[in-house]
């Protein structure tokens, strides 16, 4: 059974930093492509940044990012680990809400939920003074 479990999710002040964690367990998520979305109360789920896969080659991947994050947020893979991580830095309020982790079949990465197979639990961020 594919599953994707998430972690690194908390409470934090303006301008604080996190990283969350997505680790892929009963596959080799470097052959995925691979997304992390947010979603507010009231709010349609959003992606913020996705990395394409790592191929056979195993490299790290492209990443993107959502304007409203670029300059902040970083997506990167260990393949030793089958994790890719968000580290997010200079957090908003804005920022706030669950974030969700998803791995897909195809190369190349993508903002929309429709691209995407396997999806983590979720793990809220709250960003707060």
């Known amino acids: 059974q594919l599953q994707l479990a998430e972690s690194g999710g908390g409470v934090v002040q303006p301008g604080e930093s996190l990283r969350l964690s997505c680790q892929g367990l009963?596959?080799?998520?470097?052959?995925?492509?691979v997304g992390w979305f947010r979603q507010a109360p009231g709010k349609e789920r959003e992606g913020v940044s996705c990395?394409?896969?790592?191929?056979?080659?195993?490299?790290?991947?492209?990443?993107n990012y959502a304007d409203s994050v670029k300059g902040r947020f970083t997506i990167s893979r260990d393949s030793a680990q089958n994790t890719v991580y968000l580290q997010m830095d200079s957090l908003k309020p804005e920022d706030t809400g669950i974030y969700y982790c998803?791995?897909?079949?195809?190369?190349?990465?993508?903002?929309?939920?429709?691209?995407?197979?396997?999806w983590g639990q979720g793990t809220q961020v709250t960003v707060s003074s």
């Open positions: 990395l394409t896969s790592g191929g056979s080659s195993g490299n790290g991947g492209a990443p």
């Open positions: 998803a791995a897909g079949v195809n190369y190349y990465c993508s903002g929309f939920p429709s691209s995407y197979d396997t």
């Open positions: 009963g596959f080799t998520l470097v052959y995925s492509s």
